[in-house]
C-alpha cells in the first residue's frame, strides 16, 4: 500500500488543476424508470475545488442524479463525464468517492477492519488510521459495525470515501438520521477536509445544510434545475413571505408596483401577495387600502421550490454559479 | 473541453481488479465469526463421524485401500466441506442485502475480482472442515487409510467441493434473504441423501436409486470414495460432478451478470 501525504496531494492538486478543470460534466441527462422519469434533462459542470450543493425536495432526482455520477446508474439519453473521463474509470483511479445514505457496512466487521478491507481495493491509499482520525472515529476503530450508531456508521462511510484521497467527493444527504450533534460535528469533518481544496457535491433537502457548508446551490425539482446560483441568490428565493387579505376590487398592477413585491395573485376578493418585504407591504395595505383579515405566512423552501417549477420562471431564477 | 491533469494520469487502476489477500483475510475472518457457520461445517461432520463412524459392528471392516471407518470419515469429510463451500458462496446473498456489493461499486473492485475473494474464501473454509473431520479421524485411531490417501483423498474432497462453491453463489445471487443457509442447508441433507453420504444407495429401491444417481453429490461421492474400495474410476461420475459444476455455475454467472448489471 503506497501512502501519499496529504499536503503534497493538496499542493499537487491546486498545481495540476487550472480552474474551470471539470470535476463533473453532465451534459441533456435523461434517466427514465419505466414511464417515470426521474431526470428531464440536466446540463451541469463543476469545476475543480467547487462545493457544491444539490437541494431538492424527496423525489427531486438527486440521488438518480447522484447514481449516475458515480457510475451506479446509466443516463437514459445524455452524456455524463467525470474528470473526463466514464464514471467507473474514474472510480477504478480512485478520483471519485461517495457516501451513501443507509446500508453499504457489514455488521460483522470492526470499523477498522472495514476501513482496511476498502483500503486494500484500492492502487493507493491514505493510511487508515488518518482516515480513521480524520472521521473522528479513532476511538471506536475495534467496534463492530453493528453496534455503531447511525452517526458513527455515517462517520465510517466517510472514512472510507476518504481512502483514495478522492478529487471529488460525493454525499448524498449524508446526515439523514443524525441527531443535531452529529449533523454539526459530520459537516465539522467535511468543512475541514474540504479546506484542502477539494471537490465536494452533496445531496440534501435541508436548505440550511446547503446554505452553510456549499458555496454554490444546484435547486433541483421534478427531475430539472429550476434554480443555480450562490446560497444567498437561491435563499433570497425562498426567504420571501405570503400576505394574504381579502380585498375587493384589488388592483394587482398598482399592487406590484408597491417596494418588496415579488408576485400578485387574485382570488376573487382574496389577494395573495408574495414579497420579500412583507412588512412594507402589510404597512401599505393597512395604511392606504381598505384590505382586511390580513395573514402573513413564510413561504417555505417546498413552496419556494413549487413557485420555481410552477410559474415557468426557472429560466429567469437561474444565475450562473460563480467558479471560486 | 476537458485537460487531463498530470496528477490524475497518475492515478491508476489496482492491480488485478482490486483482488488482493488482506481481503481475503479478512473475509475468513468474518466467516470465523459466524458461529451458525461455524458449528455447521466444523463440528457437526467431526460429530456425524464420531456417532456413525466408529460403531465397532462395521467400523473395522476392510475394503481394499483402508476400512469403513474411513469411508465414513471420507462421506462426512465431503458433507462438511460441501456444507462450508456452500455457506462461504451464499454470503453474497447477506452482502447484497446489506447493500455492501453495492458499496464494492464505488471502489475499484472488479465484480470478478470480488468473485474470485468469494470462492477462496469458501475454499478455505471447506478445507478447514476436511482437516477437521480428518485430524478427529486420525486421533481416534479407528479409520485406516492407505498413507498416501490421506492426502489423496482429502484432496479430492475439498477440490470437488468447488462445484458446492458455485451452487453458494447461484443460491446466494438468486435467494434476496439473509437467511439463505437455513433454506440452502435443507437442499444439502437431501442431496446428501441422494449422493449416499449418509445411507448406502444399495438400500434404496431401484427407483430412488436411478434419481439419486442425477443428484448433484452423486458423482463426487462415488469419486471420492473410488481410491479406497479400488476398482475403476466411471465416466458417469466425473459426468455427473461436472455437469454440476457447469449448471451452478452458469446460474451464478447468470445472476451475477444480472446483479451487476447498470440499469
Request: a neutral charge; glycine letters at 10%.
Amino acid at each position: 500500500m503506497t501512502t501519499t501525504s496529504t499536503a503534497a496531494a493538496a499542493r499537487a492538486r491546486a498545481a495540476s488543476h487550472p480552474p474551470g478543470q471539470l470535476a463533473v460534466d453532465l451534459a441533456s441527462v435523461h434517466k427514465n424508470f419505466g414511464s417515470l422519469q426521474a431526470v428531464r434533462g440536466i446540463d451541469l459542470t463543476i469545476s475543480s475545488g467547487e462545493i457544491v450543493a444539490l437541494l431538492g425536495p424527496n423525489g427531486a432526482g438527486k440521488t438518480t442524479t447522484i447514481d449516475m455520477i458515480l457510475g451506479l446508474s446509466r443516463p437514459s439519453s445524455g452524456e455524463v463525464s467525470v474528470f473526463g473521463t466514464q464514471p467507473r474509470q474514474a472510480i477504478t483511479r480512485g478520483l471519485i468517492s461517495a457516501v451513501m445514505q443507509t446500508g453499504g457496512l457489514l455488521k460483522d466487521l470492526t470499523v477498522a477492519e472495514t476501513v482496511e478491507y476498502t483500503a486494500s481495493l484500492f492502487a493507493t491509499s491514505e493510511p487508515t488510521g488518518e482516515v480513521l482520525r480524520r472521521a473522528g472515529i479513532t476511538e471506536i476503530a475495534d467496534r463492530r459495525v453493528a453496534k455503531c450508531s447511525g452517526g458513527e456508521q455515517q462517520r465510517l462511510r466517510f472514512a472510507m470515501a476518504l481512502l483514495p484521497d478522492p478529487e471529488l467527493l460525493v454525499l448524498d444527504e449524508p446526515t439523514t438520521g443524525m441527531d443535531v450533534d452529529g449533523r454539526r460535528n459530520f459537516w465539522a469533518s467535511i468543512r475541514e477536509d474540504a479546506a484542502k481544496g477539494r471537490t465536494v457535491l452533496f445531496a440534501t433537502h435541508y436548505l440550511e445544510e446547503a446554505d452553510a457548508y456549499a458555496d454554490r446551490i444546484v435547486l433541483l425539482a421534478h427531475g430539472q434545475i429550476v434554480a443555480d446560483g450562490t446560497a444567498a441568490q437561491i435563499k433570497a428565493l425562498s426567504a420571501g413571505r405570503t400576505v394574504r387579505v381579502t380585498l375587493p376590487g384589488a388592483d394587482a398592477h398598482q399592487l406590484r408596483q408597491v417596494p418588496g413585491v415579488d408576485s400578485v395573485e387574485l382570488r376573487g376578493d382574496t389577494v395573495l401577495i408574495h414579497a420579500s418585504d412583507s412588512d412594507a407591504v402589510a404597512r401599505y395595505l393597512l395604511t392606504a387600502t381598505p384590505a382586511r383579515d390580513m395573514e402573513i405566512t413564510a413561504r417555505g423552501i417546498e413552496d419556494a421550490f413549487l413557485a420555481l417549477t410552477g410559474d415557468g420562471n426557472a429560466t429567469g431564477a437561474a444565475t450562473e454559479g460563480a467558479a471560486r | 473541453m476537458t485537460a487531463v491533469a498530470p496528477d490524475l494520469s497518475s492515478r491508476r487502476a489496482p492491480a488485478l481488479g482490486g483482488f488482493n489477500l488482506t481481503a481475503l483475510r479478512l473475509e475468513v475472518r468474518r466467516m470465523l465469526r459466524n458461529r451458525r457457520t461455524m458449528l455447521f461445517t466444523l463440528i457437526l461432520p467431526v460429530v456425524f463421524f464420531l456417532i456413525f463412524g466408529l460403531n465397532k459392528v462395521y467400523a473395522n471392516d476392510k475394503l481394499a485401500h483402508g476400512n469403513e471407518s474411513a469411508f465414513i470419515m471420507l462421506s462426512m469429510a465431503l458433507y462438511g466441506a460441501v456444507l462450508a463451500t456452500t455457506a462461504g458462496g451464499a454470503m453474497v446473498s447477506i452482502e447484497r442485502a446489506e447493500g455492501w456489493s453495492r458499496q464494492l461499486r464505488l471502489t475499484p473492485l472488479s465484480p470478478v475480482a470480488y468473485i474470485a475473494i468469494k470462492m477462496l474464501t469458501a475454499m478455505v473454509l471447506g478445507l478447514g472442515s476436511v482437516v477437521a473431520v480428518f485430524v478427529v479421524g486420525r486421533a481416534t485411531g479407528v479409520p485406516h487409510l492407505d498413507g498416501i490417501l490421506w492426502i489423496g483423498c482429502g484432496l479430492s474432497v475439498w477440490v470437488g467441493s468447488l462445484v458446492f462453491a458455485a451452487y453458494g453463489l447461484f443460491m446466494g445471487y438468486l435467494l434476496p434473504t439473509v437467511n439463505v443457509m437455513q433454506i440452502l442447508s435443507f437442499t444439502l441433507v437431501l442431496f446428501a441423501f441422494g449422493g449416499g453420504l449418509f445411507v448406502p444407495l444399495s438400500q434404496f429401491s431401484p427407483l430412488l436409486r436411478t434419481i439419486a444417481e442425477y443428484t448433484p453429490l452423486y458423482g463426487l461421492n462415488q469419486l471420492v470414495h473410488a481410491p479406497v474400495i479400488g476398482g475403476d474410476v466411471k465416466l458417469v461420475w466425473v459426468a455427473n460432478a461436472v455437469a454440476w459444476l457447469v449448471i451452478f455455475a452458469a446460474g451464478a454467472i447468470w445472476r451475477f451478470r444480472k446483479d451487476t448489471a447498470r440499469v
